[in-house]
């Protein structure tokens, strides 16, 4: 048991500071010898609950943190919170609308709400897709720690590609989310599926984190890249209105 306390309270630890921190640091914030920090660290990388940054010498939270809160959000509260907005979103821009969440370095949508006449899109409930290729990806990535992305994003080979364009590095990645941020909402043309493009907005818990994302998909042509904005404006109104009903009262 003493184990089990010292290696949640190590990863609350780094979930509660904006990035990686030293082993010394995790060793003096809980406690404990830095011996017991370094064996605590090393067990929890090799199950993937924390990454080593060696270049930094520092530790952050792993791939399997991530996979342990996307489990947690599609239980109901987030999907049934996130139903009416949704359902009010499509009423409001008449095209289809995601809920997604970042399952490792993959976008997995939970709730999709379509209009009377939708688009034939890949995406549905239960559906994986490459996090920096979809705007709801990107629009929870753009509000990660650099460090974060990093570790999702540690080689080349961790950047699929569908339709041969889209980010194939991390510094590409990077450039993508700046831009991102720039305009104000995530947004992709053509790199899932020719021809179809999204816009989103990120979801936030009470510390600021990126818990979800609302999106809404449409074909290309129907709105040029120059006209997107009033889309993007309702999604991003979206996005605050099921933050603000997963924030409790006083934490926002």
Do not use: C
């Not at 048991?1 to 904006?18: G, Q, W, Y």
């Not at 010898?33 to 952050?60: C, I, K, M, N, Q």
Request: hydrophobic share 45%.
């Amino acid at each position: 048991m003493p184990a089990v306390k010292r290696a949640t309270a190590l990863l609350r630890l780094l979930a509660s500071r904006p990035g990686p921190l030293p082993a010394a640091t995790v060793a003096r914030e809980l406690g404990i010898p830095r011996s017991t920090a370094y064996h605590l660290l090393t067990a929890l990388a090799e199950d993937g609950f924390v990454v080593h940054l060696p270049d930094e010498r520092r530790w952050g939270l792993g791939v399997a943190t991530f996979e342990i809160g996307s489990a947690y959000l599609r239980h109901d509260p987030l999907e049934r919170l996130a139903d009416p907005v949704l359902t009010r979103l499509v009423a409001e821009i008449h095209e289809t609308v995601h809920l997604g969440i970042l399952h490792g370095r993959e976008t997995l949508y939970l709730l999709k709400r379509e209009p009377t006449r939708p688009v034939p899109l890949v995406t549905a409930v239960g559906v994986r897709l490459p996090a920096q290729l979809t705007a709801v990806g990107r629009a929870m990535l753009g509000e990660l720690p650099a460090a974060q992305v990093r570790a999702l994003f540690p080689s080349p080979e961790a950047f699929i590609d569908r339709t041969g364009a889209g980010p194939r590095s991390l510094p590409e990645l990077r450039r993508a989310l700046a831009a991102d941020r720039r305009r104000g909402w995530a947004e992709e043309d053509g790199l899932v599926t020719p021809g179809i493009a999204s816009v989103a907005a990120p979801v936030f818990d009470h510390n600021g984190r990126p818990l979800a994302a609302v999106g809404a998909t449409f074909r290309a042509d129907a709105h040029a890249e120059d006209s997107r904005a009033p889309l993007a404006v309702a999604v991003r109104g979206a996005a605050a209105r099921l933050t603000r009903q997963l924030t409790p009262r006083g934490t926002a």
